[in-house]
């Protein structure tokens, strides 16, 4: 068993815009069915209980909803889930110019340096 803990107040960032699988396009098409089914369960019942002018319009509505739950659920929807926006970092606070300060450089021209170099001898 999974322990897997999910936060509802996190922010949820899509990396694709995929639509939604197969299984959950059948899952809602399954739940709009027992949806529509249910209201003409609903509609036997007060057929029975209710008089006669309401009692036909509960009559016609138990026998036309299977149509319309079965038309209504094996619609595919026409409209997609539209792609998420892209995510966009948040802004970094950039680093300011340091203050530079310049050492002018020792004039050493006055120096010889040949002396403190070993001399080349081999060749």
Known sequence: MSKR???SDATV??????????SEDLD?????YAWMMSIRIVCFVLAVVTPSPWRWLFVVGA???PYFAVVLA??????????ADPYLA?????IGERPTVVVPAEDDTSRDTSEDRP?????
């Open 13 to 22: 960032v899509s990396v694709t815009s995929a639509q939604p699988g197969r």
């Open 74 to 83: 094996n619609a595919h929807r026409s409209a997609t889930t539209p792609a």
């Open 28 to 32: 809602s098409r399954i739940a709009r």
């Open 5 to 7: 803990h999910e936060r």
């Open 119 to 123: 001399a080349d001898t081999e060749k």
């Open 63 to 65: 026998i036309a909803l």
């Open 90 to 94: 948040p802004a970094r606070p950039a």
